[in-house]
């Protein structure tokens, strides 16, 4: 008895499979305008602890940092953060702030500085460092 061997190659054999699905692409907000390597020096940003954390009455958005940031008198900045954090899991934390923005009133209280931090899809993270480094170092 004689069997015949079926030559014809597998690809032309197999069911053909449906294209992939192009990748889909995250929208990404417009880029901001490009500025300057000197523009950017300009920014001063220095390595602040939380010394004390509280919440701003008639407010469900600010928070009140007193902050440590290597000078005597140390520094107050308010942050709009109280969704994704309590103010008594903040103290004690190395944070980075924004430190020569010009003041600006918030809720009838003066904030100097800003707080970096992080968004995507709606969730926002500070930016924390390592506790080692000291209040007052430059980020460089």
């Given at each position: 008895?004689?069997?015949?061997?079926?030559?014809?190659?597998?690809?032309?054999?197999?069911?053909?499979?449906?294209?992939?699905?192009?990748?889909?692409?995250e929208?990404?907000?417009?880029?901001?305008?490009?500025?300057?390597?000197?523009?950017?020096?300009?920014?001063?940003?220095?390595?602040?602890?939380?010394?004390?954390?509280?919440?701003?009455?008639?407010?469900?958005?600010?928070?009140?940092?007193?902050?440590?940031?290597?000078?005597?008198?140390?520094?107050?900045?308010?942050?709009?953060?109280?969704?994704?954090?309590?103010?008594?899991?903040?103290v004690?934390?190395?944070?980075?702030?924004?430190?020569?923005?010009?003041?600006?009133?918030?809720?009838?209280?003066?904030?100097?500085?800003m707080?970096?931090?992080?968004?995507?899809?709606?969730?926002?993270?500070?930016?924390?460092?390592?506790?080692?480094?000291?209040?007052?170092?430059?980020?460089?």
């Amino acid at each position: 008895m004689s069997e015949e061997l079926n030559l014809t190659p597998a690809s032309e054999t197999a069911a053909a499979e449906p294209p992939a699905p192009a990748p889909v692409e995250e929208e990404r907000p417009a880029p901001k305008a490009e500025i300057s390597f000197d523009v950017f020096e300009q920014v001063d940003m220095t390595v602040v602890k939380v010394k004390e954390c509280a919440n701003v009455k008639k407010s469900k958005k600010l928070l009140c940092f007193q902050l440590d940031d290597g000078t005597e008198s140390g520094r107050q900045i308010l942050s709009g953060i109280a969704q994704w954090y309590t103010a008594e899991e903040l103290v004690g934390k190395t944070l980075v702030a924004v430190t020569n923005l010009a003041p600006r009133k918030m809720m009838g209280l003066e904030s100097n500085g800003m707080l970096l931090s992080a968004e995507k899809d709606g969730d926002l993270k500070l930016v924390m460092l390592d506790d080692a480094i000291p209040a007052g170092a430059k980020l460089v």
